[in-house]
């Protein structure tokens, strides 16, 4: 059974960091390109990182880029999200997606993603 499973979400302090997990099973994440995306209450969907299948490729929109960073331990079937600087404007429920197999150059924060977690809410609140 093909699954993702987001953890790691929680309440944190502006300023504040968080490391988001995301466990693949049912399928190898050696071919894939991954994606963060997140949704805030009453706001569309948003990619906030992705990394393509080589892993030399990422991509950032500007509203975390230098705050962010994705990783990925294909050994391990694992993708992560660290966050740091963390602003009120950050909480939303936070989601891992992949393309499998992923395009074959680079990555995308819009479309195109085949497998989705079901989410893991992020809290930045004083």
């Known amino acids: 059974q093909l699954q993702l499973v987001e953890s790691g979400g929680g309440l944190v302090q502006p300023g504040g960091s968080l490391r988001l997990s995301c466990a693949a099973s049912?399928?190898?994440?050696?071919?894939?390109?991954i994606g963060w995306f997140r949704q805030a209450p009453g706001k569309e969907r948003e990619g906030v990182s992705c990394?393509?299948?080589?892993?030399?490729?990422?991509d950032y929109p500007d509203s975390v880029k230098g705050r962010f960073t994705i990783s990925r331990d294909n050994a391990k079937n694992m993708v992560y999200l660290q966050m740091n600087s963390l602003e009120p404007e950050d909480t939303a429920v936070y989601y891992c997606?992949?393309?499998?197999?992923?395009?074959?150059?680079?990555?995308?924060?819009?479309?195109?993603?085949?497998?989705w977690g079901q989410g893991t809410q992020v809290t930045v609140s004083s």
């Open positions: 049912g399928f190898t994440l050696d071919y894939s390109a």
């Open positions: 997606a992949v393309a499998d197999p992923g395009p074959p150059r680079g990555c995308t924060l819009t479309a195109g993603y085949d497998y």
């Open positions: 990394m393509g299948s080589s892993g030399s490729s990422t």
